[in-house]
């Protein structure tokens, strides 16, 4: 979502939270669709695995959901981004 925002305005919010890319690309294309609780679930990973030291309670499970997640919306990103970005 962040390539989105790049493409359309040059810039991108320094942030991992997902709700809150997604409002903000809401504002150029209605193409990526994503549910709060989606979005929970990306910004947790976002967030949580970002930093080794801390530490995380990712199952296995929670991990094949965030990358079924993550490719839905890759999906839906490489479909609004122009060809060449």
Known sequence: MK????CR???YPKTHDISM???L????????????SIA???TRFAT???YPDDVHDFTEA????GL??????LEQVRKVLPVNA
């Open 48 to 50: 949580k695995s970002r």
């Open 25 to 36: 690309c809401k504002e150029y294309t209605t193409e990526i669709d994503l549910t709060p």
């Open 68 to 73: 079924k997640y993550a490719g839905q919306i």
């Open 9 to 11: 305005t040059g810039d």
């Open 3 to 6: 390539a989105v925002l790049i």
């Open 40 to 42: 929970r679930t990306l």
């Open 62 to 65: 929670d991990t094949e959901l």
């Open 21 to 23: 890319l997604h409002k």
